[in-house]
């Protein structure tokens, strides 16, 4: 069936259902007069299909007629969903209260009785009327509140699309982010759980010396790089397969559905191979190499954290090695990497305990063979445990910044007990003490003031300090290196380039920097005893300090031989166990005291 629904309210359409064509006739001419469009069926059948030509506005239905009454009228017409809305008023000459009780039954909406009174037809016909308007309007609010409550949700939908893909996505490289990383591994993991089979490993990549580039050629070519490095590695892997970018340079891949190890080592070298060509940025080529961790699954991991963590143990294992390689987690590292953090908290504590204690070794004038000097040289006395080496904490001081705050202990402590020598009349005024500076410290804009506060605190000369700064320290930015050595000699403190020819080359730069020696490398010297007839660098370093107006030191002096080789090729000075370890204080001025020639 279809049905035809007047719109216009002003003039609404009525039907009137009787059988008596008096009623009809003169019902009809009342509404009419009213403004009202008057419809007019004789008997049931005729309401019926005139209701199907046309839906109307409302219907006054005759309950008695011979062929259709009106309770099977109305009942027909609330049982189509079409039509079950039109109000019908009963008309009828019944009185009785249980026709009006049926009526309403049957879904009629009011009741006017024969004879009728005119006045209450109208005001009977308009409340249906208005009352009809007004759940009319009120269905086409609702139907564009439906609309636009759909319309919201859907633009919900869609902004929550995009701050969950905002929240799971890296910014930069548009790559999943750890978040995001980590759900994918939990995934992983519950699959394993269920599929003991089933194998994924975990690379963890970090860029080796990023900080250096970003540095030297700015933020926008480093995030060009990054960017880069995210486009080569997607490359090398399938779709299935997740790469993400869990901050700054490092960069996590989770390989799906793995037979073993040796295929996860041949993904890890595929990796690394791709990092042996250029990266092509907009205006120049850029080398990089990256370190990995692998970490495969395993019924043990409950947790994404974890096989992260492990991975991440293997990388940082991997950049210890040598860097641009890669490392496979083993479960034996969870002791190393407890025992590094026990290590990092016994040293916290040791820095506020004062637990550091200063050892010096002579430095020989190799002319006179008599003492010139002292390198200043940290020890660590564990209450729990022997005398700890500089090589077992040095690193983790490094790599925590705790290596400025022990490096000034030392600085301070050097300068002290140097002074305390001279003004006890125990070594002679042209005599020099060394002191160490690491890369941090190098970097560290408040050392210089530092270095004056202790000067004027201790009133040594500042000539007598020399400060022995790493190659590789001052190689990592030689603009900035400059700055900073022109800092120190204007303070009249004396400078050493340590491990000479072990770093960067530097020889370029060489004639920039201001310092007063170059320290040549104990491995160097050590290989002098391989073959006499020849020195490998050391007469060429020897000869560039000649060259450059420097003075030059050989550390790691053993044998007679190399201490021979070395007068021979008219090096200046040397310091190592041939002559004196490193000593305590008091061990040492034993040794000052003895006025022993080499």
């Not at 994918?184 to 900080?211: E, M, S």
């Not at 891949?253 to 073993?260: A, F, L, Y």
């Not at 050892?359 to 200043?376: D, M, N, R, S, V």
């Amino acid at each position: 069936m279809s049905y035809k629904q007047s719109n216009n309210h002003q003039e609404s359409d009525i039907l009137i259902v009787d059988d008596t064509p008096g009623n009809l006739h003169l019902l009809s001419r009342i509404l009419r007069k009213k403004g009202y469009q008057v419809r007019e069926a004789i008997d049931g059948k005729t309401a019926l299909e005139e209701v199907n030509n046309k839906l109307p506005d409302l219907i006054l239905l005759d309950i008695m007629m011979p062929d259709i009454d009106g309770y099977t009228v109305c009942n027909q017409l609330k049982s189509d969903p079409n039509t079950a809305e039109v109000p019908i008023i009963f008309l009828s000459a019944l009185d009785d209260i249980f026709d009006k009780v049926k009526a309403f039954e049957s879904g009629g909406v009011d009741y006017i009785s024969k004879p009728f009174q005119f006045q209450e037809v109208l005001i009977r016909v308009k409340n249906q009327l208005t009352l009809r308007r007004t759940q009319q309007q009120l269905q086409i609010l609702n139907t564009q509140l439906e609309a636009r409550v759909e319309q919201r949700t859907k633009e919900l939908e869609i902004a929550n699309s995009k701050l969950r893909d905002m929240a799971f996505r890296d910014e930069l490289t548009n790559l999943p982010n750890r978040a995001l990383f980590l759900e994918r591994l939990a995934d992983g993991i519950d699959i394993k759980q269920q599929y003991p089979n089933y194998q994924f490993v975990v690379l963890l990549l970090d860029c080796d010396r990023f900080k250096m580039i970003n540095e030297s050629l700015g933020h926008s070519v480093g995030d060009q790089l990054l960017v880069a490095i995210s486009k080569r590695l997607k490359s090398l892997l399938k779709p299935e397969d997740t790469l993400a970018r869990l901050g700054g340079d490092e960069f996590a891949i989770m390989v799906n559905k793995i037979e073993d190890m040796a295929e996860a080592k041949t993904i890890a070298q595929k990796v690394l191979d791709s990092f042996s060509h250029p990266f092509v940025l907009p205006n120049q080529e850029v080398f990089i190499n990256v370190s990995i961790g692998i970490s495969l699954s395993h019924l043990d991991y409950q947790k994404p954290e974890h096989i992260l963590r492990d991975a991440d143990t293997a990388m940082y294992r991997a950049k210890d090695l040598g860097k641009g390689q890669y490392h496979i987690f083993d479960p034996s590292m969870h002791h190393h990497v407890s025992e590094k953090l026990q290590l990092e908290n016994d040293l916290r504590r040791a820095i506020t305990n004062n637990e550091f204690l200063v050892y010096y070794q002579p430095i020989i004038h190799l002319k006179t063979g008599k003492i010139a000097g002292f390198e200043a040289l940290i020890r660590w006395q564990h209450p729990t445990k022997k005398l700890i080496p500089p090589v077992l904490f040095i690193p983790i001081a490094e790599e925590t910044s705790l290596i400025n705050a022990i490096g000034y202990l030392v600085l301070k402590s050097a300068c002290e007990q140097f002074r305390s020598w001279q003004e006890n009349k125990l070594i002679n005024d042209s005599m020099f003490i060394s002191v160490n500076v690491s890369a941090r410290q190098f970097a560290n804009m408040e050392l210089s003031q530092q270095i004056q506060q202790i000067l004027e605190a201790t009133k040594l000369d500042p000539h007598c300090l020399k400060l022995e700064i790493t190659e590789s320290a001052i190689m990592d930015n030689p603009k900035t290196a400059v700055a900073i050595l022109e800092g120190f000699k204007s303070q009249n403190v004396r400078l050493s380039i340590d491990d000479f020819g072990t770093g960067y080359s530097s020889l370029s730069y060489l004639h920039n920097f201001q310092v007063d020696t170059l320290k040549i490398d104990k491995s160097f010297v050590q290989r002098m005893d391989n073959n006499g007839s020849s020195c490998g660098l050391v007469p060429v370093i020897v000869n560039i300090a000649k060259t450059m107006k420097m003075g030059v030191i050989a550390e790691g002096v053993e044998t007679p031989e190399q201490l021979s080789l070395l007068r021979s090729l008219e090096c200046e000075f040397a310091q190592g166990y041939l002559f004196s370890p490193p000593l305590p204080e008091s061990s040492l001025l034993d040794l000052i005291s003895g006025n022993l020639t080499w």
